[in-house]
């Protein structure tokens, strides 16, 4: 089971701070994971019809939508942050 955790207004749309699915057949990347929650519709889409606001996590390391995934991977979504 993946283990996808959303941070930040992420999780505020959603009202949720992570869920536990399946791996889709279909899901290789963090691309595919983003179309198969885009297709939810709803605050998905909206949240993931932009993909490029967003950052994401695999396994707690940095990733890009290229990156591979498999099955148990912990995934998290963020919006980009700065410091100062």
């Known amino acids: 089971m993946l283990h996808i955790l959303y941070f930040a207004w992420l999780r505020d ?6 869920e536990r699915m ?5 899901a290789r990347s963090v691309q ?10 709803g605050e998905y ?4 019809a932009r993909p490029e606001q ?8 940095f990733a890009t939508v290229t990156d591979p995934i498999a099955a148990n991977d912990e995934i998290a979504f963020f919006p980009p942050v700065t410091g100062g």
């Not at 399946?22 to 279909?26: I, K, S, V």
């Not at 889409?45 to 993931?48: S, V």
């Not at 967003?54 to 390391?61: G, L, M, S, T, Y």
Request: with cysteine; glycine share 10%; aromatic share 4%.
């Open 32 to 41: 595919d994971l983003i179309a198969q929650l885009r297709a939810r519709g």
């Open 45 to 48: 889409g909206a949240i993931f």
């Open 54 to 61: 967003i950052r994401v996590a695999v396994n707690q390391r």
């Open 22 to 26: 399946a791996l889709p057949e279909n």
């Open 13 to 18: 749309r959603l009202g949720c701070s992570d």
